[in-house]
């Protein structure tokens, strides 16, 4: 298995083992809608979409830490993003609004994800995750 660390310089701390079945795809445009960090070495890469570890609770963390709440005037209102639309766990899911942002709890650097309220495009049942952004850490032991 893979592990996700901290991409600044000198800190490099753990912050959660990969599950492979929990990587979702969102657009390119994900990062700079979030105002996300960006590891060096990725962002030169331009790929079309960006992968993310979906992680429903906040205990299957390592190491993290969570910002305060994010303001409106900050991100803006999703609602009117189709864009932002994923599958996970045979449903696929809309992201509503950000709440959080997810940081490095050693360094308190970041943010290396959200932590968002999404919708269930066909149950229309609403649910909180936090969507770890692989570009934004370093990945150790991947394939």
Not at 118 to 140: A, C, F, G, P, W
């Amino acid at each position: 298995m893979s592990k996700a660390t901290c991409s600044f310089e000198g800190c490099h701390s753990a912050v959660i083992t990969i599950n492979d079945d929990n990587i979702i795809n969102l657009p390119e445009q994900v990062h700079s809608e979030f105002k996300l960090l960006e590891n060096r070495t990725m962002r030169d890469a331009t790929p079309s979409e960006s992968n993310f570890l979906v992680v429903p609770d906040v205990w299957d963390f390592d190491n993290v830490g969570v910002s305060r709440e994010i303001p409106s005037s900050i991100l803006g209102d999703l609602s009117d993003k189709s864009d932002f639309v994923f599958e996970y766990g045979n449903s696929s899911w809309k992201i509503k609004k950000c709440l959080k942002y997810l940081i490095c709890a050693d360094c308190d650097k970041g943010p290396i994800g959200i932590i968002c309220k999404v919708q269930d495009q066909t149950k229309n049942e609403e649910r909180v995750l936090h969507l770890l952004s692989l570009r934004s850490l370093q990945i150790m032991g991947r394939n």
